[in-house]
């Protein structure tokens, strides 16, 4: 070795710090800080870098943990046994590495080889072993054919302190590269990708529940979309609208799912949400092809991100910029109903800079009739590093949605005769046009501080044109009420006294395509742009002399959304440049509404033992401005200020009983701004309070050995200003309500525990919430005639108005008691892999205010209850699904085939804005690649 060497570069801190939104990881510098040094130094090494994949399993190497930077590892050999100076590495290894680790080494560390390629998140099968990372206590274990268990953590290695984690993972780098060196002579080499999230892969620095799923896992999967490998997770119910995943509606633990307002959604690190304070609701969710992983936050670690804190958090990771060279990766599906999909992603890199670029088209034809779709996206990222110590990441990406897919579903017995079917399909559309631009600048001045700040820009246009408004002839004016038919109508060419010929309302006289393109419709354009900066902190310190971990971060954000709503009978009005030149009475609807919001955060954790600590505060201070120039097609100019200050805490802490096994619970304040109704009246907007909530969760999570993992919460949920739907969009405070409950969730994989080169493996995740309910009941909970008299009819609407249905003791909306996936899966060494799983949701309850519809039977033979679509139950499902895919030896290339609802069972899948069937037996086949 050339004696110009010298020492290699400090180490960086590990993973575990770096939940930055921006930056997300700091392990890249690791990566960055040593190979300058390798590559002078280790010719050997150097010369055999590339990470091998075993030609076993497609899975192998796919993935880079966050410590897995192999391509890092210092050169020198180093003795397993730890804690021996006399066994230390010959200089300059032992003054760089040996002075740097030494203060952490309070135990002992066995070591043994872990291979460069063992980082997947679930057991994978190559030459003299399997590779298992844990995802219960994330860490990484190698099992060797023998049954030997080996790698960091099976003697304890990883059971005290970050620091011992640190050591575990710098010390056994050595071994990594020797495995490396062995195998670059017989297998392929791959890219190395660094996948970074913002959620800690240090489970004890995350006080709560939470799930990470990696890319191997989507593969494994192969959903069609979001809501097919969601629907996996804890906790999560999806409530289905469209076959392609398009609008998710996610619920967690008996939350209502509506339009995932209670859910925190982002991709890397940013907020989603049409505008996350002014309009919480979630129409774009990136396509799952591009998704890398994906992390699910229940506990209250929630309090780092906001604004909403009362359900959970959900993080989308993209594909990271490569950092050794180029990569090229695709994918092709077809399949039944007409689905297509392409991805592609084509990157170069280097420890100093990369870019990426990445497309993705799909579409298909829907589960309803008419009911097309086509979406694309193009997303580019860059980094570069200034320095040392500086490192610039940018991020652009631009999304279009083109569909048929609207708010219009069926009456009861419409659904009745063709549950499929869509009257104005032809002609109703939906258009989102999605831009996002991101800049982060990472500087790193130590080991244990790293400071980001990242800019954000995000516009969105979303627009809707349909020709129903309202399900199976009902109609939500107070008096109206008791008109359903159970047969549609149109909305602006229907004359309930005389009805011209295929315009709805009646089995003999149901809408027809020449009706429908006779008529007109409404157009909902809106725009929402938001933008802001935060700032966040992640350092290490050592008070009271202890080990501690602290995240403090600012946030500064604003919003504009501006809203727009055109009818007109003409059908001219399907041109959306034509609804934009109408006045008077056409242009229904014209407001705006503008948030400025300012979050700060800090968060500590304390190490003492075996024992963590976690303490955090959130402070929100919104200030929202609505301003109504037009409401219900009258000109009117109302401006409403709202301001809303809060302070959330939060504490939680983890108690490592054993190795491989936490005990964790917490409790946390959660918030949520609520979201605006569909229409505003003539009085401006109704006056919604912020939601707010008190969470509590007990549970524990075990990897007991090689091959097994579980995890078990119990959860509690206290709102005590809950927002219900009140009527079709219209939203008010429900009071307090109570969500109680267990989630368990699992795998066993044969391979590891046998050591046999087959793997057979069972995963399982199940929900049981016995407690979802109301606890007080509505002045409005039932509809009430002139002078506000329950039960009195209605001749006159100012005097009348339409339950809420808000009941205590009542369930509520669209929470099932439980759910369950359930997964058996088979790996063959050859490279073939097969799956067979279900999937069970129990039956829920339909929005509160459509539980007291009218009774009373009219002259069609219906009631409102009876015919809307919207009263009843959605009775429980259980749904198959299987896959089979073969990779061959190479491992660059893998065919594979999915089937969901296997049996082709038909089922009601929501009532919201009336019936909507569920996704029919859906096959798809396809082609992975990459190089």
Same mark, same amino acid.
């Given at each position: 070795?050339?004696?110009?060497?010298?020492?290699?570069?400090?180490?960086?801190?590990?993973?575990?710090?770096?939940?930055?939104?921006?930056?997300?990881?700091?392990?890249?510098?690791?990566?960055?800080?040593?190979?300058?040094?390798?590559?002078?130094?280790?010719?050997?090494?150097?010369?055999?870098?590339?990470?091998?994949? !075993?030609?076993?399993?497609?899975?192998?190497?796919?993935?880079?943990?966050?410590?897995?930077?192999?391509?890092?590892?210092?050169?020198?050999?180093?003795?397993?046994?730890?804690?021996?100076?006399?066994?230390?590495?010959?200089?300059?290894?032992?003054?760089?590495?040996?002075?740097?680790?030494?203060?952490?080494?309070?135990?002992?560390?066995?070591?043994?080889?872990?291979?460069?390629?063992?980082?997947?998140?679930?057991?994978?099968?190559?030459? &003299?072993?399997?590779?298992?990372?844990?995802?219960?206590?994330?860490?990484?274990?190698?099992?060797?054919?023998?049954?030997?268990?080996?790698?960091?953590?099976?003697?304890?290695?990883?059971?005290?302190?970050?620091?011992?984690?640190?050591?575990?993972?710098?010390?056994?780098?050595?071994?990594?590269?020797?495995?490396? *060196?062995?195998?670059?002579?017989?297998?392929?080499?791959?890219?190395?990708?660094?996948?970074?999230?913002?959620?800690?892969?240090?489970?004890?620095?995350?006080?709560?529940?939470?799930?990470?799923?990696?890319?191997?896992?989507?593969?494994?999967?192969?959903?069609?979309?979001?809501?097919?490998?969601?629907?996996?997770?804890?906790?999560?119910?999806?409530?289905?609208?469209?076959?392609?995943?398009?609008?998710?509606?996610?619920?967690?633990?008996?939350?209502?799912?509506?339009?995932?307002?209670?859910?925190?959604?982002?991709?890397?690190?940013?907020?989603?949400?049409?505008? !996350?304070?002014?309009?919480?609701?979630?129409?774009?969710?990136?396509?799952?092809?591009?998704?890398?992983?994906?992390?699910?936050?229940?506990?209250?670690?929630?309090?780092?991100?906001?604004?909403?804190?009362?359900?959970?958090?959900?993080?989308?990771?993209?594909?990271?910029?490569?950092?050794?060279?180029?990569?090229?990766?695709?994918?092709?599906?077809?399949?039944?109903?007409?689905?297509?999909?392409?991805?592609?992603?084509?990157?170069?890199? *280097?420890?100093?800079?990369?870019?990426?670029?990445?497309?993705?088209?799909?579409?298909?034809?829907?589960?309803?009739?008419?009911?097309?779709?086509?979406?694309?996206?193009?997303?580019?990222?860059?980094?570069?590093?200034?320095?040392?110590?500086?490192?610039?990441?940018?991020?652009?990406?631009?999304?279009?949605?083109?569909?048929?897919?609207?708010?219009?579903?069926?009456?009861?017995?419409?659904?009745?005769?063709?549950?499929?079917?869509?009257?104005?399909?032809?002609?109703?559309?939906?258009?989102?046009?999605?831009?996002?631009?991101?800049?982060?600048?990472?500087?790193?001045?130590?080991?244990?501080?790293?400071?980001?700040?990242?800019?954000?820009?995000?516009?969105? +246009?979303?627009?809707?044109?349909?020709?129903?408004?309202?399900?199976?002839?009902?109609?939500?004016?107070?008096?109206?009420?008791?008109?359903?038919?159970?047969?549609?109508?149109?909305?602006?060419?229907?004359?309930?006294?005389?009805?011209?010929?295929?315009?709805?309302?009646?089995?003999?006289?149901?809408?027809?395509?020449?009706?429908?393109?006779?008529?007109?419709?409404?157009?909902?354009?809106?725009?929402?742009?938001?933008?802001?900066?935060?700032?966040?902190?992640?350092?290490?310190?050592?008070?009271?002399?202890?080990?501690?971990?602290?995240?403090?971060?600012?946030?500064?954000?604003?919003?504009?959304?501006?809203?727009?709503?055109?009818?007109?009978?003409?059908?001219?009005?399907?041109?959306?440049?034509?609804?934009?030149?109408?006045? %008077?009475?056409?242009?229904?609807?014209?407001?705006?509404?503008?948030?400025?919001?300012?979050?700060?955060?800090?968060?500590?954790?304390?190490?003492?033992?075996?024992?963590?600590?976690?303490?955090?505060?959130?402070?929100?201070?919104?200030?929202?401005?609505?301003?109504?120039?037009?409401?219900?097609?009258?000109?009117?100019?109302?401006?409403?200020?709202?301001?809303?200050?809060?302070?959330?805490? %939060?504490?939680?802490?983890?108690?490592?009983?054993?190795?491989?096994?936490?005990?964790?619970? &917490?409790?946390?304040?959660?918030?949520?701004?609520?979201?605006?109704?569909?229409?505003?009246?003539?009085?401006?907007?109704?006056?919604?309070?912020?939601?707010?909530?008190?969470?509590?969760?007990?549970?524990?999570?075990?990897?007991?050995?090689?091959?097994?993992?579980?995890?078990?919460?119990?959860?509690?949920?206290?709102?005590?200003?809950?927002?219900?739907?009140?009527?079709?969009?219209?939203?008010?405070?429900? &009071?307090?309500?109570?969500?109680?409950?267990?989630?368990?969730?699992?795998?066993?994989?044969?391979?590891?525990?046998?050591?046999?080169?087959?793997?057979?493996?069972?995963?399982?995740?199940?929900?049981?919430?016995?407690?979802?309910? +109301?606890?007080?009941?509505?002045?409005?909970?039932?509809?009430?005639?002139?002078?506000?008299?329950?039960?009195?009819?209605?001749?006159?609407?100012? &005097?009348?108005?339409?339950?809420?249905?808000?009941?205590?003791?009542?369930?509520?909306?669209?929470?099932?008691?439980?759910?369950?996936?359930?997964?058996?899966?088979?790996?063959?060494?050859?490279?073939?892999?097969?799956?067979?799983?279900?999937?069970?949701?129990?039956?829920?309850?339909?929005?509160?205010?459509?539980?007291?519809?009218?009774?009373?039977?009219?002259?069609?033979?219906?009631?409102?209850?009876?015919?809307?679509?919207?009263?009843?139950?959605?009775?429980?499902?259980?749904?198959?699904?299987?896959?089979?895919?073969?990779?061959?030896?190479?491992?660059?290339?893998?065919?594979?085939?999915?089937?969901?609802?296997?049996?082709?069972?038909?089922?009601?899948?929501?009532?919201?804005?009336?019936?909507?069937?569920?996704?029919?037996?859906?096959?798809?086949?396809?082609?992975?690649?990459?190089?």
């Amino acid at each position: 070795m050339a004696a110009t060497c010298g020492s290699p570069p400090r180490l960086g801190r590990p993973s575990t710090w770096s939940t930055s939104p921006a930056a997300k990881s700091s392990t890249p510098s690791l990566s960055r800080r040593l190979e300058p040094w390798r590559t002078r130094c280790c010719p050997a090494v150097s010369a055999s870098r590339p990470t091998a994949r !075993p030609r076993s399993s497609r899975w192998a190497g796919r993935i880079r943990s966050h410590w897995s930077t192999s391509q890092a590892a210092p050169c020198a050999p180093m003795s397993r046994r730890v804690g021996d100076p006399g066994t230390l590495p010959s200089p300059p290894m032992a003054s760089a590495l040996w002075l740097q680790m030494a203060p952490a080494m309070m135990l002992p560390l066995s070591i043994s080889p872990v291979p460069a390629w063992c980082r997947a998140s679930r057991p994978v099968k190559a030459r &003299g072993g399997w590779c298992w990372r844990s995802r219960a206590v994330q860490h990484t274990e190698f099992m060797t054919n023998e049954g030997r268990p080996s790698g960091p953590g099976r003697r304890g290695a990883m059971r005290n302190s970050k620091g011992l984690m640190l050591a575990s993972a710098a010390l056994s780098l050595p071994a990594v590269a020797q495995a490396e *060196s062995a195998a670059a002579g017989q297998e392929e080499a791959l890219t190395t990708i660094i996948v970074t999230g913002i959620v800690p892969d240090d489970s004890r620095l995350m006080p709560g529940s939470r799930d990470v799923v990696e890319r191997e896992d989507i593969e494994e999967r192969a959903p069609i979309s979001l809501r097919d490998q969601l629907i996996a997770i804890p906790g999560i119910n999806v409530v289905e609208e469209d076959a392609g995943g398009l609008a998710l509606n996610i619920g967690i633990r008996g939350l209502d799912p509506r339009r995932s307002s209670r859910i925190l959604l982002m991709e890397d690190g940013v907020p989603i949400a049409l505008a !996350p304070y002014g309009d919480p609701a979630a129409h774009y969710a990136p396509p799952v092809e591009r998704i890398e992983r994906i992390e699910v936050v229940r506990g209250s670690g929630q309090i780092l991100y906001g604004p909403q804190t009362v359900g959970g958090m959900i993080n989308f990771v993209s594909t990271p910029v490569p950092t050794d060279g180029a990569m090229v990766r695709g994918e092709a599906r077809g399949g039944t109903r007409g689905l297509y999909g392409f991805q592609g992603a084509l990157g170069t890199g *280097s420890e100093k800079g990369g870019v990426l670029i990445e497309a993705t088209a799909r579409g298909g034809d829907g589960i309803r009739d008419s009911h097309d779709f086509d979406i694309w996206e193009v997303l580019a990222k860059g980094r570069v590093m200034l320095g040392e110590t500086h490192e610039l990441r940018l991020r652009a990406s631009h999304y279009q949605e083109r569909s048929n897919i609207t708010e219009t579903m069926l009456g009861t017995l419409e659904y009745e005769a063709d549950p499929f079917q869509a009257p104005t399909g032809r002609f109703d559309r939906f258009e989102q046009d999605r831009t996002h631009l991101q800049a982060s600048h990472v500087w790193t001045p130590g080991d244990k501080v790293q400071l980001t700040t990242t800019g954000y820009w995000v516009r969105t +246009f979303r627009a809707s044109f349909r020709q129903t408004d309202k399900p199976g002839g009902w109609d939500d004016a107070p008096d109206e009420r008791g008109l359903a038919t159970g047969w549609t109508v149109l909305d602006r060419c229907f004359d309930e006294d005389d009805p011209e010929p295929g315009t709805g309302g009646s089995a003999d006289n149901q809408i027809t395509p020449e009706a429908s393109a006779a008529c007109g419709g409404r157009w909902r354009p809106r725009r929402f742009h938001y933008y802001g900066i935060e700032s966040r902190l992640d350092a290490g310190h050592n008070l009271f002399g202890l080990e501690n971990t602290i995240t403090a971060g600012v946030r500064w954000h604003q919003e504009r959304v501006q809203r727009d709503q055109f009818r007109s009978s003409d059908p001219a009005i399907r041109s959306l440049d034509f609804a934009r030149s109408l006045t %008077g009475s056409a242009h229904r609807e014209d407001a705006a509404i503008d948030v400025r919001a300012f979050s700060g955060y800090v968060q500590n954790s304390t190490t003492a033992g075996a024992v963590t600590i976690t303490g955090g505060l959130r402070f929100e201070h919104i200030e929202t401005t609505t301003l109504v120039r037009r409401a219900s097609s009258t000109a009117v100019d109302i401006t409403v200020d709202q301001t809303d200050t809060v302070l959330l805490p %939060g504490l939680g802490a983890v108690w490592q009983v054993a190795t491989g096994t936490e005990i964790f619970g &917490g409790v946390h304040a959660g918030f949520a701004p609520p979201r605006p109704s569909r229409d505003i009246g003539t009085e401006g907007p109704a006056p919604v309070a912020p939601e707010r909530s008190t969470n509590w969760e007990l549970g524990i999570r075990s990897q007991p050995r090689p091959g097994v993992s579980l995890e078990a919460t119990l959860f509690r949920t206290d709102f005590r200003e809950i927002v219900i739907s009140s009527a079709l969009g219209s939203f008010v405070n429900g &009071g307090r309500t109570r969500q109680e409950g267990l989630e368990v969730a699992g795998r066993i994989d044969t391979g590891p525990l046998t050591g046999s080169d087959h793997n057979l493996w069972l995963q399982a995740a199940w929900t049981h919430v016995p407690t979802a309910r +109301f606890g007080t009941t509505s002045d409005a909970a039932f509809s009430a005639g002139d002078g506000g008299v329950t039960g009195a009819p209605c001749d006159d609407d100012d &005097g009348c108005f339409n339950g809420n249905g808000i009941i205590a003791g009542s369930r509520l909306p669209y929470a099932p008691r439980n759910t369950l996936s359930l997964t058996a899966g088979y790996q063959h060494p050859a490279g073939i892999e097969a799956r067979f799983g279900l999937d069970y949701r129990s039956s829920q309850q339909p929005d509160p205010f459509a539980r007291v519809l009218d009774t009373a039977i009219n002259a069609s033979g219906c009631s409102d209850a009876l015919c809307s679509g919207l009263a009843g139950a959605i009775p429980a499902v259980t749904l198959f699904n299987a896959g089979l895919s073969y990779t061959p030896d190479k491992g660059r290339v893998t065919f594979f085939a999915t089937a969901w609802n296997l049996f082709d069972k038909q089922y009601l899948a929501s009532r919201v804005d009336g019936m909507a069937a569920g996704r029919p037996r859906t096959i798809v086949g396809g082609v992975r690649m990459r190089f």
